[in-house]
């Protein structure tokens, strides 16, 4: 994504934000093997058999746009005991509505031993904001 899709907020917690925390969570758990995979309340959240696990969340909302993420209602019960390889981020053509609104939807990517795990984070804002800003944390 350029720099001129990205909403003024995106581009104050890039500079600021969590980015070494989500990068620190996301390296320290590749390799491990998962547990279980949950998607609820905007949130992907993977439990490793470790005990330790992570979450993936856009909690970054800002005035004049609305962030969800959503499945195709899968329960990922196929990835028990695969191995966390890692995660990406892909873009999607930006939908702009008859009203003049804009509904962007980037592709959170997980990748394990068995398969791929897909997320649709949304954002539909008027123009002005857009872009994305998910985050990886450990679960204390």
């Given at each position: 994504m350029s720099v001129g899709n990205l909403g003024l907020g995106v581009m104050i917690r890039m500079l600021g934000g969590n980015y070494a925390k989500s990068v620190a969570a996301?390296?320290?758990?590749?390799?491990?093997?998962?547990q279980k995979v949950e998607f609820g309340g905007d949130q992907l959240l993977i439990r490793f058999t470790d005990k330790t696990a992570i979450t993936f969340e856009d909690k970054k909302q800002s005035c004049c746009e609305h962030r969800y993420m959503t499945n195709e209602g899968d329960t990922?019960?196929?990835a028990h005991l695969a191995t966390f390889d890692g995660a990406e981020i892909k873009q999607a053509p930006s939908q702009d509505d008859?009203?003049?609104e804009a509904h962007d939807v980037q592709f959170l990517e997980i990748k394990t031993s068995?398969?791929?795990?897909?997320?649709s984070s949304h954002?539909?804002?008027n123009g002005y904001y857009g872009g994305f800003s998910i985050e990886v944390s450990e679960v204390k």
């Amino acid at each position: 994504m350029s720099v001129g899709n990205l909403g003024l907020g995106v581009m104050i917690r890039m500079l600021g934000g969590n980015y070494a925390k989500s990068v620190a969570a996301h390296n320290g758990a590749l390799g491990k093997k998962i547990q279980k995979v949950e998607f609820g309340g905007d949130q992907l959240l993977i439990r490793f058999t470790d005990k330790t696990a992570i979450t993936f969340e856009d909690k970054k909302q800002s005035c004049c746009e609305h962030r969800y993420m959503t499945n195709e209602g899968d329960t990922y019960e196929w990835a028990h005991l695969a191995t966390f390889d890692g995660a990406e981020i892909k873009q999607a053509p930006s939908q702009d509505d008859p009203n003049g609104e804009a509904h962007d939807v980037q592709f959170l990517e997980i990748k394990t031993s068995k398969g791929v795990i897909t997320i649709s984070s949304h954002n539909e804002h008027n123009g002005y904001y857009g872009g994305f800003s998910i985050e990886v944390s450990e679960v204390k």
